[in-house]
């Protein structure tokens, strides 16, 4: 199960792994935003185990929390750096959760069951359109 949410949380960073060079650029969170919802529907086992949706008894590794603390620090780093400069580390963090909050529900979303029959349902599309209002209003607020 170890190797499983390791490799799950490795996707998730690798996803979001957009070269940020100082301050990230909208696109560049949205493109970041874009490969979480990727994998959220190309791996869905991964993601459902990683987020302890398939077997509420497993306890991850020490090694395996690291792997999923690096994904969140990944988050935090392209999503942050979205803000001023100014910003502090507590308003960096919170914009992350803020981006993860809706990725994430998206994608738990995307999964669920009463949803399947509307195929015309393009909630990647969705999903960003709300990350970038997000980031729009936070970014008023910051600087």
Not at 71 to 95: I, N, P, T
Request: net charge negative.
């Amino acid at each position: 199960m170890d190797a499983l949410y390791i490799e799950g949380f490795n996707l998730v960073s690798e996803a979001m792994n957009v070269v940020v060079d100082g301050k990230a650029s909208k696109a560049q969170v949205l493109e970041s935003c874009l490969g979480y919802l990727t994998v959220g529907e190309q791996h869905e086992a991964h993601y459902r185990l990683i987020f302890g949706e398939s077997d509420a008894g497993y306890v991850p590794s020490e090694e395996a929390i690291a792997a999923r603390d690096e994904a969140f620090a990944k988050l935090v780093q392209v999503a942050g750096s979205y803000l001023a400069d100014e910003a502090s580390h507590s308003e960096r963090r919170q914009m992350a959760l803020d981006v993860w909050a809706i990725v994430h529900g998206y994608v738990s979303i995307s999964h669920h069951v009463a949803l399947t029959h509307d195929k015309d349902l393009d909630w990647k599309s969705m999903a960003l359109r709300v990350v970038e209002t997000q980031l729009d209003a936070t970014a008023k607020v910051v600087s």
